[in-house]
């Protein structure tokens, strides 16, 4: 029977945050499941003969209600969390698995979203009609919907096999992760460790009821050791532990695993129809396919590698200088770099900080937003929230209209989890001819104001806050019709173009000038200032580039090649990434079988998408800064072919309607200090 209190299943348009109970979640998502189950039944059982309307846009639009409740709840369960929510959280995830499993695998559905899709080029539907009878059709095809019932078995089991695999591997990399510990019982060995560190490393000791020191493999304790420690012996110890995992001929030797695991996606790939893993992932990507992958890593590569060279020999002199180093190894290289960074530009936080003022950085954002788009941002404070910490903005337009709601959460609290996002508790759609306007949100974690000072942020935290504001951006202009193509619903090499373009903003001095002022004096940030933040930002950078490149190509030739003939993972991997070798390899070290990003994480085929988003937002921003950063005419375009469009339409189409050309590398090149001129 319906609660006629439980507020999620009435109608609302604000979130009701305060007004929801715990106890309103699980009814409200049983219920919400249920209709959604009805409305799938209305499509199938519809005795007219399908078509976009009754079919495609029906299936887009179903389950509205519930998608509103399930943002809300998850943004909850990331930002104002408890024991409670998180237990919720257990029961509702399977639930909704089990629903997207029933629509995936309901062959009448897939009847007749074929039927609309088989008679695509007679319908005359718009663009954005046919991205989404693509995208609907696909999400069944991909998933075997077109094979026979011998054949839909094998898939099955294959993708249960796989699963099961990746688990295995993830374990793996944990169990090996957790079982090495370096114990110190000699402070000189922790020489050239900042005191923090040393306090870190001696409570992880004291928490195992050890005396001295513990170093493990976690990145916090890994870090720190490889930059400040002064033994070199430790260095190399420590790094061929951490090269090492999963390689080493024990139960957690991930050998075989990476072998099933890249030979089974192989043959998934093949029972579809596609020539290989990266085939069937790069499908559904900008960049489209392997060979385009290939090329602009490869290509990337050759650029960059002279200055790779240039760097390691400039770190080889410096350890020759510093030490009398004669060989730079792996296990020197974070130990030099963080010596030679802090003698060359000796910037730190602390002396930034003054100038980053929260509410000033908050200004900067908003001014830009003005600039470019023609936003306003009004603080209203009769908008419900979850916690008294979080602000509310009506956003408008030029012409005044609202745009969007825009909440932000700035500061970190029990129950809210690390990072920074930006999330939608809104979906903006036009529906029955109304355009609905999203509600944003930005969750942050930087540093609390105390009692004697404002909250101020490190450059890096301004740089993040520019970073989900333009994620946020990309929600709030969103002009789209269907949600599921909506503001950030991309794909996913494509997604970080508006929130990294915007970073950009916080290196220019006529944008810092706006809001990077001293907190107590009002002076504007030095000059001398700006300009390092500049040149430290190109430091190493070769060296950097060249590693992502050396894991883009690793994570390709597991996946666009016939895996069934590779017999070593050692040798795979070797050759996949001879050419980016600057320091001398390892034996007894292996990356591939702790790769988690692509044999457990969702990044298989995709790992090139890193430096993919850093050649476009820098291409991108390259326009910005020919013709003025705040040049309104370039600003208008980027919003109407970028941000408004979501993903009605291919991201290369409209990338290069803004740029009039396909992204290129020298601008990405050019930043990072990686040409001649
Ligand atoms: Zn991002």
Redesign the pocket.
Known sequence: MKNPKNILLENFDLAPFSKVKNENYLPAFKELIEAKKKEINSITSNPDAPTFKNTIEALEFSGEKLDRVSSLFFNINSAETSTEIQKIAQEVSPLLSELGNDISLNNDLFLRVKSVYDKKSELNLSVEKITLLDMSYKSFSRNGANLNDSNKEILRKIDKELSSLSLKFSENVLAETNNYELHLTNLVDLKGLPEGEIEAAALLAKNKGKDGWLITLAYPSLIPFMKYAENRDLRKSIKIAAGSKCFKKNKFNNEDNVLKISKLRYQRANLLDYSSHADFVLEERMAGNPLKVFSFLNDLLEKAKPFADKEFKQLQDFAKELDGLDHLEAWDYMYYSEKLKNKLFNLDDEKLKPYFKLENVIHGAFTVAEKLFGLSFIEVKNIDTYHKDVKTYEVKNKENELLSIFYADFHPREGKRNGA??DCLKNQKVKNGINERPHIINVCNFSSPTDSNPSLLTFNEVTTLF??F??GLHGMLANATYPSLSGTNVYWDF??LP??ILENWCYEKECLDIFAVHYKTGESLPIEFVEKIKESSTFMKGIATLSQISLGLLDMAWHAVDPTKIKSVKENESHAIIKTRLFPEIDISCTSVSFSHIFFGGYSSGYYSYQWAQVLDADAFEYFKENGIFNPEIGKSFADNILSKGGTEQPMILYKRFRGREPRPEALLKRAGLTNN
Do not use: F, K, L, N
């Open positions: 996002w930006m970073h989900e333009g994620h997604v970080e929130s990294q």
